[in-house]
T-cell receptor, first 116, second 113 residues
């Protein structure tokens, strides 16, 4: 079974704080993703990574950065948290597409972040 | 596409009945589709997938139907149980979008006792 874990289920931070969200997967997946999920907007891709040390911007990267120092770990960083970053953050991982196969993303349980 | 949260489309089904959840996709180049289930307070969970060279695929109590002509996807859940209460959303994948998955916004399934 694929296991994707996130460091916290709930976080409360103050405006201006630096926030680290950690994600770890145990299936040796190359690809890792960070999304945020908001009512009315669904899942929006923040950043993704196809390999160690590699990162690509998603649809809404502003205000975020990421780090992929090890294959199994993908960190999302809020450099200076703002109230509009209050959201549910979801990490996912997958194998890369190969031989015509498409990737299926497996999600962690989510971190609900409240920025005051 | 549908909205989520306050404006989330809701399907109410009697326990034991079959549920049919629908999804429309817009990109005719999409060739791989996935259904996810998200229970309250949890991350999305993979249910079933289907490739564009198929029009039907069955799993345990679930069936996905794909109609490429009208770009429509449906998830059928047989004998709906209380544990099926969740938000269900479809996802599509296409080489046109650099292989990134595009997620729909979801439908809430509510089980009536």
């Amino acid at each position: 079974d694929v296991k994707v874990t996130q460091s916290s289920r709930y976080l409360v931070k103050r405006t201006g704080e630096k926030v680290f969200l950690e994600c770890v997967q145990d299936m040796d997946h190359e690809n890792m993703f960070w999304y945020r999920q908001d009512p009315g907007l669904g899942l929006r891709l923040i950043y993704f990574s196809y390999d160690v040390k590699m990162k690509e911007k998603g649809d809404i990267p502003e205000g975020y950065s990421v780090s992929r120092e090890k294959k199994e770990r993908f960190s999302l960083i809020l450099e200076s948290a703002s109230t509009n970053q209050t959201s549910m953050y979801l990490c996912a991982s997958s194998f890369p597409p190969s031989g015509g196969a498409r990737e299926t993303q497996y999600f962690g349980p989510g971190t609900r972040l409240l920025v005051l | 596409g549908e909205s989520v949260g306050l404006h989330l489309p809701t399907l109410s089904v009697q326990e034991g009945d079959n549920s049919i959840i629908n999804c429309a996709y817009s990109n005719s180049a999409s060739d791989y589709f996935i259904w996810y289930k998200q229970e309250s307070g949890k991350g999305p969970q993979f249910i079933i997938d289907i490739r564009s060279n198929m029009d039907k695929r069955q799993g345990q109590r679930v069936t996905v139907l794909l109609n490429k002509t009208v770009k429509h996807l449906s998830l059928q859940i047989a004998a709906t149980q209380p544990g099926d209460s969740a938000v269900y959303f479809c996802a599509e994948n296409s080489l046109v979008r650099d292989d990134k998955i595009i997620f729909g916004k979801g439908t809430r399934l509510h089980i009536l006792p």
